[in-house]
């Protein structure tokens, strides 16, 4: 087994016959990839789910309504037909209809796209909107096109916003176990 640190190496070597299989793409792949590589090209269920954590022991992320409204600032169904042109499923509950204990729609109004609700709980909760939010993500592993629509759709509702995504994972793993 090889493990790579960059999604786009992986499929370079799909491409040069040196890899049987990929488990998920880089974003810019998933356009080109059913035709590139053919009848080896198999898209199925996942147990995956792609998630942002907060860092509780801040502050700024502590209040409830905070995180609820960073929440519902997110079109998941964009993200999922923009950026991974529909491969993907729009999350409504923690697990994935592929793990058995999932619940449709567990999540509730937090995971559906509100905008204005997410702008109104945001003013409630006090949030100092002059500071940037930090989106930190692991590089390499496909994250920066639906990090980057996080972001935009934070902007939406009054937000800037900071990518860090020049970590390895490890590295990444390190800083987030740390509280850094």
Not at 20 to 41: F, K, N, W
Not at 81 to 94: E, H, K, Q
Not at 162 to 167: A, P, S, W
Request: net charge negative; hydrophobic share 40%.
């Amino acid at each position: 087994m090889l493990v790579y640190t960059e999604l786009s190496n992986a499929y370079t070597d799909v491409l040069a016959g040196n890899l049987d299989v990929q488990r998920g793409l880089q974003t810019d792949a998933y356009a080109s990839a059913p035709d590139i590589v053919g009848e080896r090209y198999l898209q199925q269920s996942s147990p995956d789910i792609t998630s942002l954590g907060f860092p509780l022991y801040d502050p700024r992320y502590a209040d409830v309504r905070v995180r609820r409204a960073l929440s519902m600032a997110i079109d998941r169904k964009a993200i999922t037909d923009a950026i991974f042109l529909g491969t993907r499923m729009p999350a409504d509950s923690f697990a994935p209809p592929t793990v058995v204990g999932y619940r449709q729609g567990a999540c509730g109004q937090w995971c559906q796209y509100r905008p204005d609700e997410a702008r109104a709980l945001l003013a409630e909760a006090g949030f100092d909107a002059s500071v940037p939010v930090e989106i930190w993500f692991n590089a390499g592993a496909g994250h920066d096109g639906w990090m980057t629509a996080v972001g935009n759709m934070f902007r939406k509702i009054g937000l800037t916003y900071r990518l860090r995504g020049n970590l390895q994972f490890n590295e990444f793993l390190s800083k987030r176990d740390a509280k850094e």
